[in-house]
């Protein structure tokens, strides 16, 4: 089993910035990519970002450019760095491990953005 927990979610105003976090836990000996995802009241989970044990990312076009993930495989930690933060940007964001057996999830954590 690996645990998943996101911190930094919140309120900021349009054009602020978030550094969200998911620390990990378990056995994670079998995580290798960690993603980001997100989910808009009635949309669906939209992936955000991910990032591979050897650092290779990949991004959303909508956040490309304004967001950065990153990870600290010591602490086994992987952060998800949000600037120029957008109204539209408001969702449930969830950490994520996919394995060979299942996807780990985390519990999520809201962020939200006024205008």
């Known amino acids: 089993q690996v645990q998943l927990v996101e911190s930094g979610g919140g309120l900021v105003q349009a054009g602020g910035s978030l550094r969200l976090s998911c620390a990990a836990s378990g056995s994670i000996f079998s995580i290798s990519t960690m993603r980001w995802y997100r989910q808009a009241p009635g949309k669906q989970r939209e992936l955000v970002a991910g990032i591979t044990r050897g650092g290779n990312t990949n991004y959303a076009g909508s956040v490309k450019d304004r967001f950065t993930i990153s990870r600290d495989n010591a602490k086994n930690t992987v952060y998800l760095r949000m600037n120029s933060l957008k109204p539209e940007d408001t969702a449930v964001y969830y950490c994520?491990?996919?394995?060979?057996?299942?996807?780990?999830w985390g519990q999520g954590t809201q962020v939200t953005v006024s205008s």
């Open positions: 994520n491990a996919p394995s060979p057996v299942r996807d780990f």
